[in-house]
C-alpha cells in the first residue's frame, strides 16, 4: 500500500514535469495544405507542444487540449491537438520541449496524391490472366497468372457437362487469394466508378501508369473495365449470372503462375445475379462515350440478369460441400434489388422499374452501411446524387437516409480523442473497410450538402488508416513511417521480397479473429486487435472491397482540393436505353413448400437448418448458434 503510493506520487511528478514522453499518433503520409490537420497525443494534456520547420523555425504553439477517451483505444485518453493553422507546404516537427513528439510531418497540396494512386494501382497489382511487365509494376513484376480460359463448371451452375468450359479470363483478384466473387467485384467495381464519376476532372487526367496509360481512355476506366470484361463472362446463357470462379480449395502460398488447380464457376443465384445487373447498367453509362458497342452489351447482360433473377427469386447460393473458397453468402437480395431497379431507372426513365423500385422500402431504418453483404447505400448514393432523374420525394429520402447516418457518424466524435469516427462494434472482419465505407457515406454527405463537418470527419477516418491510430501504424503498404509489412497476400509472401506490393489496404484490427491474431485480441482496446503477420488473413488479408473504398475517400479528398471543385449533385447521364420487356408473369414470393426448420448433416455435423419463407436457408448448430 505505502508502497503503491510512493509510486503513484513519483508518477505525478514525473508526469507533470514531462519527463514522462508523451506519444503521438499521427498522419505518416501527409496533410493537404488547406485542410484540417490533427494528431492524437497521450500524456500531454496541457503541455505545450511546438511546431518547427526541417531548419529549425518555429511556426506554432499548441497548448494540448483536454484528454478524452476513445474507447475502441482502450482506457488511455489522448488529447487532439490542431496544427491546422499551418497553411504553408513543407516539412515539420512537433516538440515538447527538446524532445521530438512524433513522427515528421509533411504539408503539400497533393500530400495524398500518391497514396491516393497507389490505391488504384492495387487494382493493376491483383489482375489476373496477364504479366505485370516491369514498367509499369516495377520490382513487382511477375509472370501471367490464371489464363481462366478453359474454366469448368461446378455441379451447383446446374450445369451437367463436367468436360465443358468456358472462358472466363481477366478480373481482379478478390484478396490474398486467387478466386474470383461476383458479390464482392460489383460493389468494389461500383465504388471505384462513382469514384471517377463524381471528380471526372481529377481523374480524366490521373495518369496510374498501367499498359493502357496511352490511349485515350481514363486509367482509371481502363482499370475497372478489365474487371467488367471478366464479370460479363460469368453470365449464363439464360441470364442468371455465377457467384463465383475459384479452384475448389485455396492455393498454397505460391505465385498466380504456380496455382494451376483447375478452376470453376460455382453457383448460380440471385445475389450475383443483382448485383451483376447494377453494375453492369452503371457501366453502360459510363463507357458509353469510350465504346459504345460495349456499353450496349452491358445494358443488355444487365437486363438478362435481371429477368432470371426475377422468374428465380428463391435461387440463393449455397456453398457446396466440396468447395472451400471464400463463399459470400447470405447478401441481402432485396437491397440490391433495390440498388438495380435505381441504376436501370436512371439510364431508362422505364416507367415499369420506377414501379418496382417504389414497392421497395426507402427509409433510414432499413439503411445499413454499405458492404458486400449490403448494397442498400449504393442504391441510395445514386438516388440521391440524380435529382434530374428521380422524383424530389425520392431523392429526399435518399438523402435524409444519407445525411442522417453521416450525422451518427460525427456524433460519434463528441469527446473523441483520437477523432475517428469509428466505434467498439465496428471492429469486425475487415475493420479497415468499415471505416473507408463510412468515410464514403460522410464524403456523399458532403457533396449533398457542402457542410464542411462531413468532409473533415471522412479526412478523420483516412487520417486513421494512415496512422492516427493506438498501434501507430500505416494499414497503407508502402506508406508511412511504420506501415504493414506481412499482409496475408499470396504474391507478397511469395514474391522473395521483403515489402510487400504497395498501396494494399489491410482489413485491420477485427476483435474477433479465431486466427494466429488470436493471442492479440483486447476486448477493451478492440483497435488493438490486430496482428501484422501473413498467417492473420482475419485481421491482415487484403481485399478488393476495402482498398475501393479507401481509394474513394482518399481519392475524392485529393480531387476536391486538387481541383478547388466540389462535385456537382446533378450527375450527368450519357446514355438512354430502351430496355426490352420485362416479364410480365414473375414468380411471386410465396412461401416455398420446405420453409420451416429441420436437422441436416452438413460436414459430418449435424445442423439444424432453417428455411425462411422467402427460401432463404440459415443453418444453426444444435446449441442454437448461428453458423456463418
Ligand atoms: O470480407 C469477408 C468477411 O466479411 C467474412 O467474414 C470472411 C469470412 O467468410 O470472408 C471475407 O472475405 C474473404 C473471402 O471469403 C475470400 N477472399 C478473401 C476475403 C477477405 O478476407
Redesign the pocket.
Known amino acids: 500500500m505505502e508502497y503503491s503510493k510512493k509510486m503513484m506520487s513519483a508518477f505525478v511528478v514525473l508526469a507533470s514535469t514531462g519527463l514522462f514522453a508523451a506519444t503521438a499518433y499521427q498522419n505518416q503520409v501527409g496533410f493537404i495544405t488547406t485542410s484540417p490537420k490533427q494528431m492524437a497525443v497521450v500524456g500531454a494534456e496541457g503541455q505545450e507542444i511546438v511546431f518547427k520547420t526541417s531548419s529549425g523555425n518555429e511556426v506554432l504553439k499548441v497548448t494540448a487540449p483536454k484528454a478524452e477517451i476513445w474507447t475502441p483505444a482502450g482506457d488511455t485518453a489522448a488529447s487532439l491537438v490542431d496544427f491546422s493553422e499551418i497553411t504553408t507546404a513543407g516539412k515539420y516537427q512537433a516538440y515538447i520541449g527538446d524532445e521530438p513528439l512524433g513522427h515528421p510531418i509533411t504539408i503539400a497540396d497533393n500530400a495524398l496524391e500518391d497514396a491516393a494512386k497507389a490505391s488504384l494501382k492495387f487494382f493493376y497489382f491483383q489482375r489476373a490472366s496477364t504479366a505485370l511487365e516491369e514498367e509499369y509494376a516495377g520490382e513487382y513484376a511477375r509472370a501471367a497468372g490464371h489464363p481462366d480460359t478453359a474454366v469448368k463448371y461446378h455441379a451447383s451452375t446446374g450445369k451437367t457437362d463436367a468436360n465443358a468450359t468456358f472462358n472466363g479470363s481477366k478480373g481482379w483478384y478478390?484478396?490474398?487469394?486467387y478466386?474470383k466473387?461476383i458479390v464482392?467485384s460489383g460493389i468494389s467495381t461500383y465504388t471505384l466508378l462513382q469514384l471517377y464519376q463524381q471528380n471526372k476532372e481529377y481523374f480524366d487526367k490521373l495518369s496510374l501508369n498501367i499498359p493502357e496509360s496511352k490511349n485515350e481512355v481514363p486509367d482509371i476506366l481502363d482499370e475497372i473495365r478489365w474487371n467488367l470484361d471478366w464479370m460479363i463472362t460469368m453470365q449464363d446463357d439464360d441470364g442468371g449470372v455465377f457467384h463465383k470462379l475459384t479452384t475448389k480449395q485455396f492455393a498454397g502460398t505460391v505465385m498466380p503462375e504456380k496455382a494451376t488447380a483447375q478452376r470453376y464457376a460455382i453457383g448460380k443465384g440471385v445475389e450475383a445475379s443483382w448485383n451483376f445487373a447494377a453494375v453492369m447498367t452503371l457501366a453502360s453509362d459510363i463507357y458509353k462515350a469510350y465504346d459504345a458497342e460495349f456499353a450496349s452489351k452491358c445494358i443488355v447482360a444487365a437486363q438478362k440478369a435481371m429477368n432470371w433473377a426475377l422468374a428465380n427469386p428463391y435461387a440463393v447460393y449455397e456453398q457446396p460441400s466440396d468447395v472451400g473458397?471464400?463463399?459470400?453468402t447470405g447478401a441481402t437480395d432485396w437491397a440490391t434489388k433495390l440498388w438495380t431497379y435505381v441504376e436501370l431507372y436512371r439510364v431508362s426513365g422505364n416507367k415499369e422499374i420506377l414501379e418496382l423500385l417504389k414497392k421497395l422500402p426507402i427509409n433510414r431504418k432499413k439503411a445499413r452501411l454499405q458492404?458486400?453483404?449490403q448494397n442498400y447505400m449504393l442504391g441510395m448514393f445514386t438516388l440521391a446524387t440524380n435529382p434530374d432523374v428521380f422524383e424530389q420525394e425520392l431523392v429526399d429520402s435518399a438523402t435524409v437516409i444519407i445525411t442522417s447516418m453521416a450525422d451518427d457518424f460525427v456524433k460519434s466524435l463528441d469527446n473523441n480523442g483520437y477523432g475517428v469516427a469509428l466505434e467498439k462494434e465496428d471492429f469486425?472482419?475487415?475493420s479497415n473497410?468499415v471505416a473507408a465505407n463510412k468515410g464514403m457515406v460522410l464524403m456523399h454527405a458532403y457533396i449533398l450538402t457542402k457542410d464542411e463537418k462531413y468532409l473533415n470527419a471522412a479526412l478523420g477516418i483516412v487520417d486513421y488508416m494512415l496512422g492516427r491510430n493506438p498501434l501507430d501504424k500505416s494499414y497503407l503498404t508502402g506508406y508511412g513511417v511504420n506501415p504493414v509489412m506481412n499482409p496475408?497476400h499470396r504474391p507478397s509472401q511469395a514474391d522473395g521480397i521483403e515489402a510487400p506490393v504497395p498501396g494494399m489496404i489491410s482489413?485491420g484490427p477485427n476483435a474477433s479473429a479465431t486466427d494466429c491474431a488470436k493471442k492479440y485480441i483486447d476486448s477493451k482496446a478492440v483497435a488493438k486487435s490486430y496482428y501484422d503477420n501473413s498467417c492473420s488473413?482475419?485481421t491482415n488479408?487484403v481485399?478488393i472491397?476495402w482498398n475501393a473504398p479507401f481509394a474513394y475517400v482518399i481519392g475524392s479528398i485529393q480531387a476536391i482540393a486538387s481541383t478547388g471543385k466540389t462535385y456537382d449533385v446533378h450527375t450527368p447521364v450519357a446514355a438512354s436505353y430502351e430496355l426490352m420487356s420485362i416479364p410480365a408473369k414473375r414468380a411471386v414470393r410465396v412461401a416455398p413448400t420446405n420453409a420451416g426448420k429441420r436437422l441436416v448433416i452438413r460436414g459430418q455435423k449435424v445442423q439444424v437448418e432453417y428455411v425462411d419463407r422467402n427460401g432463404v436457408k440459415s443453418y444453426f448448430n444444435l446449441g442454437g448458434k448461428r453458423i456463418?
Do not use: I, L, M
Not at 174 to 177: L, N, Q, S, T
Not at 325 to 328: C, F, M, N, Q, V
Open positions: 478478390d484478396a490474398g487469394d478466386g466473387y464482392n473458397t471464400g463463399s459470400y458492404s458486400w453483404q469486425y472482419w475487415g473497410g496475408h482489413g488473413y482475419a488479408e481485399a472491397n456463418r
